[in-house]
Every structure is written in C-alpha cells, then in structure tokens.
C-alpha cells in the first residue's frame, strides 16, 4: 500500500542518494535529471513534500554551515532510518505493481468512432510528432549529462520513458495505418 505520494517518494529517494541536499539543490537535480519529463513535480511541491516528509518524520532538516553570499542559512535535508524502511518498500511495491496507463488517451481511442478518420489521424500524427520531439529532448538530456557513463539508476530513468515512447510511436504508426486501410474501402 502507497504511503507516499510520487511527489514524496522522488524527494525521499533523492535525499537517501544524495545523504544531505537542500531544496535547492534537489530542484536542481530534479531538473537535470529530467524527473518532470514524466511526473508533475513543480517547485512549490516540492517545497510542500518536503514538508510532509518531515512532519511523517521521514526526513529530518538542520541548517548548513554551506553558507554562500547574503540570506538565511540553507536547511540540508537527511533521511531517517525510518524514512529509509518506508523507502525501501515503497520501491518494492513501484517495481513489483503495474502502472495506470494514460487515461486520457484510452479514452481517444475509446471515442475514435466519434470523429472523422481524417480528424483521428491528423490528431494522431500530431501526438506522434510531440513524442518524437520528446523523445529527442530525453535523449540529449541522457547524453549531455554522460549517457552510457551514468549511474544504472540514473540510466533507467531516462531509457525507461524512451522504450515506452518508442513503443507508442510504433503503435500510432500502426494505427494509423490501419485507419487509412479504412478510409480506402
């Protein structure tokens, strides 16, 4: 059973790797490491998750001695060696359960019957367009930041979402296809 919200679990995950991290810091790494290219984590959730994290007493925050230019101290986050179990089974359960797939475009294709087959593949191509486009901006990200050099987690964050594009390209293409063997009859 999920006790964390993905917002949550990100940072928890973050915060073990890193051993000591500000939110600074962790935006940052959220944003090199591409995690919004596929959950929504903006900067005020992140904020707020780590918040909640430390009210569940998952993590535990003190001032740096890190002290760079004018301002407040940075607050350093750790985790606790309860938030490291809840951790742990967190990512069993992730690794070992499905994922809902994207509900709104099942509900497309549910509908396909209520528009036009010339509106369904242009609605199509443009999808497959915006996931080609996508897919090139993940691959630079996985290659700017060292590619086959990184971390086999760090890895598995950027060719997991690419595998799944590159299947879905293939089932637009096929489906597009099959509209246009429709249209020709």
């Not at 679990?9 to 000591?20: D, G, P």
């Not at 985790?79 to 967190?90: C, M, P, S």
């Not at 486009?133 to 630079?140: D, I």
């Amino acid at each position: 059973m999920n006790q964390l919200t993905t917002v949550e679990l990100v940072l928890l995950q973050i915060i073990a790797e890193s051993e000591r991290m500000s939110g600074y810091e962790i935006n940052k790494l959220i944003e090199l490491r591409g995690y919004r290219e596929w959950t929504k984590i903006g900067t005020t959730s992140i904020y707020a998750g780590l918040q909640k994290l430390k009210e569940k007493r998952l993590i535990r925050s003190d001032n740096s001695d890190d002290k760079i230019g004018k301002g407040p101290l940075p607050v350093k986050f750790t985790i606790t060696e309860n938030g490291q179990q809840i951790l742990h089974n967190e990512i069993i359960d992730c690794l070992s359960s499905t994922r809902e797939r994207d509900s709104r475009f099942d509900l497309g294709l549910a509908a396909l019957p209520f528009i036009h087959k010339e509106e369904a593949k242009e609605a199509l191509r443009k999808r497959y367009d915006f996931l080609q486009e996508t897919s090139l901006q993940l691959e630079g990200k996985y290659k700017a930041q060292g590619g086959k050099k990184l971390p086999m987690h760090v890895r598995a964050l950027f060719l997991h979402p690419l595998s799944l594009i590159d299947k879905e390209l293939q089932f637009i293409d096929q489906l597009i296809s099959e509209l246009e063997g429709e249209t020709a009859k």
